[in-house]
């Protein structure tokens, strides 16, 4: 009987006995469970990711618009708060505005009164003689030209206050509209933003959303910046009340100052008038006494030269009789009592006519000096006549000062009437 047998051929791998094999099993079952479980796991807490995810991406979205929603109101009230600023501060720029332009007429209308006080000191200067004195009229206009000096420097620094006020309330003005314009864009961006949801056409990946845009600033940076603007209007809109009745009040205490010191220099001006014509009258009386005592003074040199010619003829007749009566001849020529009288007869009649030609000259004298002096009254009484004319025309030519828009109106017949008493013409008026 034949044996057969087998060659085996096993693979040239390490064999793993039974229990291994058993183990492994066993292994490959609890990585199946434990796959199994942790595959479940998964699941489960996919659900509660995609639970909680879609919670928290609605409560994300909710909370984005709500803060959407605040940050537009915020913005809608700090420009509701900000445009009533705009609107004071667009207010007081025109009734500042107003104040200043009726400053600056007040202060072009003190041209006119300046050229009439320039005229009229200039006229005043025209005077003659010893009339070029420094009188309480001329102290007064030159008072009331210092006045409107003063008053141009005091309305023209005001002005240049009030024009600076306004230079910063326009620039204020500029920074509030741009601020609003800058809210109201802002507005509606966040509105056009509130508007898109997960379903809008227009949404898609952006590159770095969350990186932080040029020039931008913080929260509390925004607020404080709005908190200063509205600070800044405040602050302007302070003192620019009293800047406008500022203005107010130096007008009317320019105006006022104006008026009074006019009127003082209007009053003196019709004191000096006064006093000039009664100077004039004075000196018109001093004349006429002048030419009286002259008359009388050329009758007594007249009197006094026929005297002086009368004791001439005596001393004449006198010397003579001496003259003669040297010629006697002999003893007879002696110094007798006739002698000694006609001696003395000439000797007394010599000083009559020296006293006499004394008088004369001296009567001569003093006529010279009336004469003269009555000269100076007529040349004084001319220069007095040219004053008070010059006082007469520079009262005429200061109407014009109430004439205008901040003067008072003066009618031609009042005008008329005090020309007539101040030239004293009403006796040479014809009467019907």
């Not at 004084?380 to 520079?394: C, F, G, P, V």
């Not at 828009?405 to 007539?420: H, L, P």
Request: with cysteine.
């Amino acid at each position: 009987m034949a044996f057969r047998s087998v060659v085996t051929m096993e693979k040239p791998l390490q064999h793993i006995s039974l229990t291994d094999w058993y183990a492994r099993v066993n292994q490959m079952r609890n990585v199946a469970d434990a796959r199994r479980t942790d595959a479940f796991a998964i699941r489960h807490s996919s659900r509660s990711l995609r639970n909680e995810t879609r919670i928290e991406g609605d409560w994300a979205n909710y909370e984005t618009n709500e803060a959407l929603t605040d940050r537009i109101s915020e913005l809608n009230r700090w420009r509701d708060i900000i445009s009533k600023s705009f609107e004071k501060i667009e207010r007081e720029i025109f009734m500042l505005q107003e104040e200043k332009n009726a400053t600056e007429r007040e202060l072009e209308a003190l041209a006119g009164p300046i050229s009439v006080i320039a005229e009229c000191l200039t006229m005043r200067d025209g005077r003659l003689g010893s009339e070029i004195t420094y009188d309480e009229a001329d102290t007064e206009i030159k008072n009331e030209l210092v006045v409107l000096e003063n008053n141009q420097r005091l309305l023209a620094d005001r002005c240049q206050k009030a024009w600076e006020k306004l230079n910063r309330l326009e620039e204020v003005r500029f920074k509030i509209g741009l601020e609003i314009e800058f809210k109201v864009e802002a507005v509606q961006l966040d509105n056009s933003q509130l508007a898109l949801d997960r379903n809008s056409a227009n949404i898609s990946y952006k590159p770095d959303p969350t990186r932080n845009p040029k020039n931008s600033c913080s929260y509390e940076s925004w607020l404080e910046n709005v908190k200063n603007i509205k600070l800044l209007a405040e602050n302007e809109l302070a003192d620019t009340y009293a800047i406008r009745e500022a203005l107010f009040v130096c007008r009317e205490k320019a105006r006022n100052m104006l008026q009074s010191q006019q009127e003082r220099a209007e009053h003196t001006i019709r004191k000096r008038i006064f006093e000039t014509q009664r100077a004039r009258n004075e000196l018109e009386w001093q004349q006429l006494k002048m030419k009286e005592e002259m008359e009388k003074a050329m009758c007594e040199i007249r009197t006094s030269e026929n005297a002086l010619r009368d004791k001439t003829d005596a001393l004449k007749l006198a010397e003579t009789r001496l003259e003669n009566r040297a010629q006697r001849s002999g003893m007879e020529l002696c110094m007798d009592q006739a002698h000694d009288m006609l001696c003395l007869e000439v000797e007394k009649l010599r000083e009559i006519r020296r006293r006499l030609q004394a008088k004369i000259d001296e009567s001569k004298t003093n006529f010279s000096l009336l004469e003269e002096h009555g000269k100076r009254i007529d040349v004084d009484l001319e220069n007095k006549q040219h004053s008070l004319m010059t006082d007469i025309r520079a009262l005429d030519l200061r109407m014009r000062l109430r004439g205008g828009e901040f003067g008072s109106k003066v009618t031609n017949a009042s005008q008329t009437d005090r020309n007539i008493t101040l030239t004293r013409m009403e006796n040479e008026i014809p009467k019907d």
